[in-house]
């Protein structure tokens, strides 16, 4: 009690009047504070006093030193805004990305219902009116239907319309029981019986044929027969009456034998081939490039080639080194051609579209083959037993195989991705490989057209010319990135990356590469009209040969001679070295 006493008569100073200052006093009072930020009434003042003034917040402060009202708050930022921007709109309006969007007064059916009638019968009801009952549009109508809409049409009407498409129905069918026939009719196979028996909406639509066609149809008819017919098959290639012209002496000598019999004479084997190093003969008889050269099988005293003048011709080589006979029966440049195992056949493709399976010894055409696509790789299964199997590249991606025999394709392979340019037997002609312009290399079984090993890399290049190695471990690739690569032909095929064979200019040109029959050298023509020697073991280059004015496309080894080389270029001659 004595101490409330005391501060009841504190002065304004805090001090007891009565008291001495000698006298013990009690603890001032210290003054109060507010932790509350001082705030600037300033401009909720100015707010107040002039409702015109809404300056929006500016949205990158990061302090407000004023109390804002609720319209600043939300008042849109000022200036061209995009309307993703976060505060094109204020964020608190949103609810939709452009801004913000109210649901429909009006329900989605409601309006379907509405919007049909009204293209149906010319007549809504009125949106805008609140009672619902006033309508809109063609208001005759709407007295006449009694307002129905397309939704609610009533039970007498369906029932109504049910009746009269029966009637319909059935006098169609009155009316075809005068023409129909009772077998007709009793017939499944027959319209009439269909449309006497018919149980759902689709049964009994066909027609009756047309009788007569307008000259328009005809047309039409004709033209899609005549396509179809050139799908089916026959040949889609130029035809070309076959000619073939002998050159030679005689065809038979004195002993009845024919020109095309092997000399007796000739060596068995060649085993250990060498370099050739000058020009022994040059063949000319060709108006235009020679696309490819191939020797007779086995013993080469015979020389094929394919000439861009449409012609092929085959050469002798052993003796007088004449040509022999002229093949003419194709109308463009014969592109590839193969010899059959015992030489007495070949086959030639050319861009006329057509391969065609000659009689090497008589010139006749045995057979033609097309599929109305350009093939660019022409092989006859290396088995003897299979030489009626024919293998083509096709501008068209496929490979297609023939049984000549019969005349028919017999398998499609239809994997690659652009035009088919080698096809190479391996692994005792069980698979084959091919390379195309999509610079891969796939690799098939024989008569399964299902790609068992894929090789593309993103390095890799187109390789138009592919060669087996003597030994068949191996293949050569001509590459367009001007080196030749090995592969192995084991079942990994694998890229063998310490053999690379380069230093020639091929890249556009599709040279053919080769081997020695011995395998110990590899060979290839090149741009410039240089044949290239390559040791097999060391990879090194061993001799060039200045062959060809312009390209030297083709190369190959004599099969017995042990250094003999024929080339042959664009400039239209075939050498012998």
Same mark, same amino acid.
């Given at each position: 009690?004595?101490?409330?006493?005391?501060?009841?008569?504190?002065?304004?100073?805090?001090?007891?009047?009565?008291?001495?200052?000698?006298?013990?006093?009690?603890?001032?009072?210290?003054?109060?504070?507010?932790?509350?930020?001082?705030?600037?009434?300033?401009?909720?003042?100015?707010?107040?006093?002039?409702?015109?003034?809404?300056?929006?917040?500016?949205?990158?402060?990061?302090?407000?030193?004023?109390?804002?009202?609720?319209?600043?708050?939300?008042?849109?930022?000022?200036?061209?805004?995009?309307?993703?921007?976060?505060?094109?709109?204020?964020?608190?309006?949103?609810?939709?990305?452009?801004?913000?969007?109210?649901?429909?007064?009006?329900?989605?059916?409601?309006?379907?219902?509405?919007?049909?009638?009204?293209?149906?019968?010319?007549?809504?009801?009125?949106?805008?009116?609140?009672?619902?009952?006033?309508?809109?549009?063609?208001?005759?109508?709407?007295?006449?239907?009694?307002?129905?809409?397309?939704?609610?049409?009533?039970?007498?009407?369906?029932?109504?319309?049910?009746?009269?498409?029966?009637?319909?129905?059935?006098?169609?069918?009155?009316?075809?029981?005068?023409?129909?026939?009772?077998?007709?009719?009793?017939?499944?196979?027959?319209?009439?019986?269909?449309?006497?028996?018919?149980?759902?909406?689709?049964?009994?639509?066909?027609?009756?044929?047309?009788?007569?066609?307008?000259?328009?149809?005809?047309?039409?008819?004709?033209?899609?027969?005549?396509?179809?017919?050139?799908?089916?098959?026959?040949?889609?290639?130029?035809?070309?009456?076959?000619?073939?012209?002998?050159?030679?002496?005689?065809?038979?000598?004195?002993?009845?034998?024919?020109?095309?019999?092997?000399?007796?004479?000739?060596?068995?084997?060649?085993?250990?081939?060498?370099?050739?190093?000058?020009?022994?003969?040059?063949?000319?008889?060709?108006?235009?490039?020679?696309?490819?050269?191939?020797?007779?099988?086995?013993?080469?005293?015979?020389?094929?080639?394919?000439?861009?003048?449409?012609?092929?011709?085959?050469?002798?080589?052993?003796?007088?080194?004449?040509?022999?006979?002229?093949?003419?029966? &194709?109308?463009? $440049? /014969?592109?590839? #051609?193969? @010899?059959?195992?015992?030489?007495?056949? %070949?086959? +030639?493709? *050319?861009? !006329? =579209?057509?391969?065609?399976?000659?009689?090497?010894?008589?010139?006749?055409?045995?057979?033609?083959?097309?599929?109305?696509?350009?093939?660019?790789?022409?092989?006859?299964?290396?088995?003897?037993?299979?030489?009626?199997?024919?293998?083509?590249?096709?501008?068209?991606?496929?490979?297609?195989?023939?049984?000549?025999?019969?005349?028919?394709?017999?398998?499609?392979?239809?994997? &690659?991705?652009? $035009? /088919?340019?080698? #096809?190479? @037997?391996?692994?005792?002609?069980?698979? %084959?490989? +091919?390379? *195309?312009? !999509? =610079?891969?290399?796939?690799?098939?079984?024989?008569?399964?057209?299902?790609?068992?090993?894929?090789?593309?890399?993103?390095?890799?290049?187109?390789?138009?010319?592919?060669?087996?190695?003597?030994?068949?471990?191996?293949?050569?690739?001509?590459?367009?990135?001007?080196?030749?690569?090995?592969?192995?032909?084991?079942?990994?095929?694998?890229?063998?990356?310490?053999?690379?064979?380069?230093?020639?200019? /091929?890249?556009?040109?599709?040279?053919?590469?080769?081997?020695?029959?011995?395998?110990?050298?590899?060979?290839?023509?090149?741009?410039?009209?240089?044949?290239?020697?390559?040791?097999?073991?060391?990879?090194?280059?061993?001799?060039?040969?200045?062959?060809?004015?312009?390209?030297?496309?083709?190369?190959?080894?004599?099969?017995?001679?042990?250094?003999?080389?024929?080339?042959?270029?664009?400039?239209?001659?075939?050498?012998?070295?």
């Amino acid at each position: 009690m004595d101490l409330l006493q005391n501060y009841d008569e504190l002065d304004e100073h805090g001090q007891n009047p009565n008291s001495s200052p000698d006298s013990s006093s009690p603890p001032r009072l210290l003054p109060s504070k507010s932790a509350a930020p001082k705030v600037d009434d300033t401009m909720l003042a100015l707010t107040v006093a002039n409702q015109t003034l809404s300056k929006p917040i500016d949205p990158v402060q990061h302090a407000v030193a004023f109390n804002p009202t609720y319209d600043q708050l939300w008042a849109p930022v000022l200036g061209p805004a995009h309307p993703y921007a976060k505060d094109g709109i204020a964020q608190g309006m949103r609810n939709h990305k452009l801004g913000f969007v109210e649901n429909a007064a009006i329900d989605s059916f409601v309006f379907d219902e509405q919007y049909n009638t009204f293209h149906k019968y010319g007549y809504a009801a009125d949106p805008s009116a609140s009672a619902g009952n006033n309508y809109v549009g063609d208001l005759d109508t709407l007295e006449k239907t009694n307002g129905i809409s397309v939704y609610n049409i009533p039970q007498h009407e369906q029932k109504k319309r049910k009746i009269e498409k029966k009637r319909e129905v059935t006098e169609e069918e009155g009316n075809g029981d005068d023409v129909m026939d009772q077998e007709e009719v009793d017939n499944p196979a027959t319209d009439a019986w269909l449309m006497k028996n018919r149980k759902s909406p689709w049964a009994g639509k066909k027609e009756g044929l047309q009788t007569e066609l307008s000259e328009e149809q005809q047309k039409y008819a004709e033209e899609h027969a005549r396509k179809k017919a050139e799908k089916a098959g026959g040949e889609k290639g130029e035809v070309v009456a076959d000619k073939t012209t002998f050159h030679g002496k005689e065809e038979r000598d004195y002993q009845g034998r024919s020109w095309l019999a092997p000399p007796k004479d000739a060596k068995a084997s060649n085993d250990h081939c060498y370099i050739p190093k000058r020009l022994v003969h040059t063949w000319s008889g060709h108006t235009k490039g020679v696309s490819a050269i191939r020797f007779f099988p086995k013993y080469g005293h015979l020389i094929l080639s394919a000439g861009m003048d449409t012609k092929v011709k085959i050469w002798d080589v052993f003796n007088s080194g004449k040509c022999m006979r002229t093949y003419m029966g &194709h109308s463009k $440049a /014969v592109r590839d #051609i193969s @010899f059959c195992n015992d030489g007495t056949k %070949f086959l +030639t493709a *050319s861009y !006329d =579209k057509n391969i065609k399976y000659w009689d090497t010894e008589t010139g006749q055409v045995i057979s033609t083959f097309s599929t109305g696509k350009i093939p660019y790789v022409v092989k006859l299964n290396p088995d003897d037993d299979k030489q009626n199997i024919l293998l083509a590249g096709m501008s068209d991606k496929k490979i297609v195989q023939w049984d000549m025999n019969s005349g028919q394709i017999t398998q499609e392979y239809d994997q &690659h991705l652009g $035009a /088919v340019n080698t #096809i190479t @037997f391996v692994d005792n002609n069980r698979r %084959f490989v +091919t390379s *195309s312009d !999509d =610079k891969s290399l796939r690799v098939w079984e024989f008569g399964i057209p299902v790609v068992i090993k894929y090789i593309s890399e993103p390095h890799m290049h187109s390789m138009p010319a592919i060669s087996l190695h003597p030994n068949s471990n191996w293949l050569a690739a001509q590459s367009l990135d001007n080196q030749i690569l090995i592969y192995s032909t084991r079942e990994r095929f694998q890229l063998n990356k310490k053999k690379r064979f380069a230093g020639h200019i /091929v890249a556009g040109y599709a040279c053919q590469v080769n081997f020695s029959p011995d395998g110990r050298f590899v060979m290839s023509g090149d741009g410039e009209g240089k044949c290239w020697f390559w040791d097999w073991k060391s990879c090194k280059v061993f001799r060039t040969l200045k062959c060809h004015e312009g390209v030297c496309i083709g190369c190959e080894w004599h099969p017995l001679e042990q250094s003999k080389v024929a080339t042959c270029g664009w400039d239209g001659l075939i050498k012998y070295w």
